[in-house]
T-cell receptor, first 111, second 114 residues
Framework: EDKVVQSPLSLVVHEGDTVTLNCSYE??????LLWYKQEKKAPTFLFML????IEKKSGRLSSILDKKELFSILNITATQTGDSAVYLC???????????FGGGTRLMVKP | GAVVSQHPSRVICKSGTSVKIECRSL??????MFWYRQFPKQSLMLMAT?????????EQGVEKDKFLINHASLTLSTLTVTSAHPEDSSFYIC??????????FGPGTRLTVL
């Protein structure tokens, strides 16, 4: 059974801080790892990672995958209150259609 | 592009009634749609995978007779919660897959069963 574990469960920081969110996984026939941001409603797509060591970047957010250690991190620099959300990590294998989600990290950025 | 809508966004119903939730991919064709359930402060739990023109594949523990899924076209899937009870109250989210494996999520439907 595929498994995704995210840490920390929750995090409170102040604006301007840098945060690192962690995602470890166990999956048979790994294909890709995806990061989503969920505010009040549905998750919105952030990154999809398939290769080790290649950083994906979008503004203040960046993510990287380590397929040897079965691990990914999501970095957010110079955090803003608008970054407050639940960040979800999900993995997909080659065999199935589905995504297996981690439990999420709840980030709160205080002014 | 890649917009997914859900209707209704919120529904309140009495125990014993059936509720239908629609999920539409507005600007792309989705051969596969997914239905998730999310309890407060928890992650998304996959309920079923819906493929156009065929029967849905349900995850273990999800009652197929209670959660009826119909994927009538490449842009529409429906989830019907039959004889809803208070324990069915939850946030239901659909997603549609355009390019494997990325999924685009609908805005969700909050169901409250009194």
């Amino acid at each position: 059974e595929d498994k995704v574990v995210q840490s920390p469960l929750s995090l409170v920081v102040h604006e301007g801080d840098t945060v690192t969110l962690n995602c470890s996984y166990e999956v048979t026939n790994f294909r890709s790892l995806l990061w989503y941001k969920q505010e009040k409603k549905a998750p919105t797509f952030l990154f999809m990672l398939t290769s080790s060591g290649i950083e994906k970047k979008s503004g203040r957010l960046s993510s990287i995958l380590d397929k040897k250690e079965l691990f990914s991190i999501l970095n957010i620099t110079a955090t803003q209150t608008g970054d407050s959300a639940v960040y979800l990590c999900a993995v997909c294998n080659n065999a199935g259609n589905m995504l297996t989600f981690g439990g999420g990290t709840r980030l709160m950025v205080k002014p | 592009g890649a917009v997914v809508s859900q209707h209704p966004s919120r529904v309140i119903c009495k125990s014993g009634t059936s509720v239908k939730i629609e999920c539409r991919s507005l600007d792309f064709q989705a051969t596969t749609m997914f239905w998730y359930r999310q309890f407060p402060k928890q992650s998304l739990m996959l309920m079923a995978t819906s493929n156009e023109g065929s029967k849905a594949t349900y995850e273990q523990g999800v009652e197929k007779d209670k959660f009826l899924i119909n994927h009538a076209s490449l842009t529409l899937s429906t989830l019907t919660v039959t004889s809803a009870h208070p324990e069915d109250s939850s946030f239901y989210i659909c997603s549609a897959r355009r390019d494997f494996p990325e999924q685009f999520f609908g805005p969700g439907t909050r169901l409250t069963v009194l």
